[in-house]
């Protein structure tokens, strides 16, 4: 998964406009973000059809409250450049409940 470098909300919405993109956001101290890290590369070759984004929400604060992230770790699903479902919550999250989220978005 690659990493998200320090961008603003405007440059994230030129990254994500062409094709489906998922990010992941997450902080090195949370211990539900450390959960669900191990999933992520099956879920990421679950749905291929995904870009997937690591977003540090630490060194990404500034766009995570442009974006309305305050708990994590969650998920943020762009399609050609607009919001289409987000998973945002401070709860722990399963694998299955992140395929699942994933699944259901159309």
Not at 43 to 54: G, N, T
Not at 68 to 74: D, E, K, T
Request: with cysteine.
């Amino acid at each position: 998964m690659e990493k998200l470098p320090v961008m603003r909300e405007d440059e994230l919405l030129r990254r994500v406009d062409d094709g489906r993109f998922v990010l992941f956001f997450t902080a090195d101290w949370c211990p539900d973000c450390q959960a669900i890290k191990p999933a992520m590369p099956d879920i990421e070759q679950d749905f291929s059809d995904a870009h997937f984004y690591l977003v540090d929400r630490d060194e990404n604060i500034d766009l995570a409250a442009d974006l309305n992230i305050f708990g994590i770790p969650s998920f943020v699903v762009f399609q050609d450049g607009q919001e289409i479902g987000r998973f945002v919550s401070k709860e722990r999250k399963s694998k299955q409940q992140v395929e699942d989220f994933l699944r259901d978005l159309k």
